[in-house]
């Protein structure tokens, strides 16, 4: 069966529980079963997994790249996003559809968080769009493979 991997980077298990006027009050739990009930609309398998971790990320892109069922990975590093080359270069590796969200607008934000030097190894960025965003990305995928 099809499969869209969704990472999830460090502070997004707080969803729900900080910075509510950003992210939002829906906790990880709920964004997962969205992106579950999705994925069942859509007829794909969904794997949703979450670090806090650098390295542990950049394994998980790499363990990807040899998944046969894969035909996408959306990714929200969190605040990698604004300095890690090492997922920018995980990312360059697994040649599927990327794309990556960001539940806040961070174009609308401080300064250090308009700049995504993960975003340029991804095929897309959705930003503002709130848990939303997830399955727009979701949808986006379908649409490269189709």
């Keep these: ?19 509510k006027s950003i992210y939002g009050t829906e ?20 794997e949703c997994w979450q670090s806090n971790h650098e390295g542990a990320i950049i394994d998980k892109l790499q363990e990807a790249y040899y998944d046969e069922d894969l035909i996408g990975v959306v990714i929200n590093p969190g605040a990698y996003t604004h300095y890690s080359y090492a997922i920018h270069d995980a990312l360059r590796s697994v ?16 300064a250090f968080r308009r700049v995504s030097v993960t975003a340029p190894a991804c095929d897309r960025q959705i930003v503002g769009h709130g848990l939303d ?7 986006w995928i379908l649409t490269k493979k189709s």
Excluded at 5 to 12: F, R, S, T
Excluded at 133 to 139: H, I, Q, R, S, T
Aim: a negative charge; glycine letters at 8%; charged letters at 25%.
């Design 1 to 19: 069966m099809k499969k869209i991997l969704v990472i999830n980077g460090p502070n997004l298990n707080f969803l729900g529980i900080r910075e």
């Design 27 to 46: 906790d990880y739990n709920a964004l997962i079963g969205r992106i579950q009930q999705h994925a069942v609309e859509l007829g794909v398998a969904v």
């Design 95 to 110: 040649f599927v559809p990327k794309v990556e969200i960001h539940i806040s607008d961070i174009n609308a934000r401080e």
């Design 133 to 139: 965003g997830y399955l727009e990305a979701m949808d």
